[in-house]
């Protein structure tokens, strides 16, 4: 079971990860207005 726990929100924007996504440590962030991926490393 992939798992996606949200780890901050803050106006309208929600931070989470999935647990089996990918080795590199990154966050989600979706809002109103779409998604988007960051790598926390490069």
């Not at 996606?4 to 109103?32: A, K, N």
Request: net charge negative.
């Amino acid at each position: 079971m992939n798992m996606s726990p949200t780890v901050f929100c803050e106006q309208g924007f929600r931070f989470f990860f999935f647990s089996r996504e990918e080795s590199r440590m990154h966050v989600h962030i979706l809002s109103g207005d779409g998604e988007a991926k960051y790598w926390l490393e490069p």
